[in-house]
């Protein structure tokens, strides 16, 4: 398993002792607007979660806690389809870290991580449509909007109906293109 350093953070494995920092951001509902979790989250639910991120196998689906200064600050995971030789990130931080780039700065350095490892082509993301926050991550990253998926997946905000989400990619040539320069 891998570790990685930016200049602000430490992107490890989840551990079990993450459960604790899990269940106190992510028990905050407006952090989990955008995301398929459940409402109200309970303690059981980080438990679940910081499991299954534990158990995960990192060959397909490597999943790195975000930590700042000691401190479990969220999630990011580069879903691996080797016989396609594409990725899906997906990434989620405390509210109280919204707005620093601290998600963009942890989704570089795993992107840059996973396209060496795995020998990616392309990794691909993706966002409910009024997600605005989480386009700009993609697009500060360099990604681009390829379309909208509607009625992707069940909405947790308003039970019996569907949500659009927004896809964007990076194809591997982009991403070297984007950091060379």
């Known amino acids: 398993m891998t570790t990685l350093r930016t200049d602000r953070l430490l992107l490890r494995p989840f551990e079990l002792t993450d459960v604790d920092d899990v269940y106190a951001y992510a028990r905050d509902s407006e952090w989990g607007r955008y995301l398929p979790v459940p409402s109200p989250y309970e303690y059981r639910h980080a438990v679940e979660f910081v499991a299954r991120s534990v158990l995960a196998p990192w060959d397909t689906n490597p999943a790195f806690a975000i930590c700042l200064r000691g401190r479990c600050v969220g999630g990011i995971n580069v879903r691996v389809d080797t016989s396609a030789g594409t990725g899906e990130i997906g990434y989620s931080i405390a509210r109280a870290h919204w707005g620093k780039g601290l998600t963009a ?77």
């Open 105 to 181: 700065e942890a989704a570089t350095a795993v992107m840059d991580w996973a396209f060496d490892e795995f020998g990616l082509a392309k990794i691909t993301a993706k966002a409910d449509l009024v997600n605005t926050r989480s386009s700009r991550v993609m697009e500060k990253l360099g990604m681009r909007r390829d379309g909208l998926l509607r009625s992707e997946r069940p909405s947790d905000a308003d039970p019996g109906t569907r949500q659009d989400m927004v896809i964007y990619s990076v194809l591997r040539d982009e991403w070297q293109a984007r950091a060379s320069g």
